[in-house]
């Protein structure tokens, strides 16, 4: 699942593996900013472009549906 944040030039990738990364897209490459686990079966991913938090929804944690958010890395 991919996420643009326009604004804050950010692309974020989300596996239902769990895993997350967020990019840097300057001029037009993408250079590797933060990585890490979201929660099993994430099914989703949004970035509010107003707040610049992130929204991953999570299929199943334990037995139940779940929204985490986190807010972005700033650098």
Not at 30 to 42: D, E, I, K, W
Not at 63 to 73: S, T
């Amino acid at each position: 699942m991919l996420a643009l944040d326009a604004h804050r030039h950010r692309l974020i990738v989300a596996a239902e593996s769990g895993a997350a990364a967020v990019f840097v897209v300057a001029d037009g490459r993408l250079q590797p900013l933060r990585r890490g686990l979201v929660g099993p079966n994430a099914h989703a991913v949004e970035a509010d472009l107003a707040s610049g938090l992130l929204y991953f929804s999570i299929a199943d944690l334990h037995d139940r549906p779940a929204l985490r958010i986190l807010r972005p890395p700033l650098d």
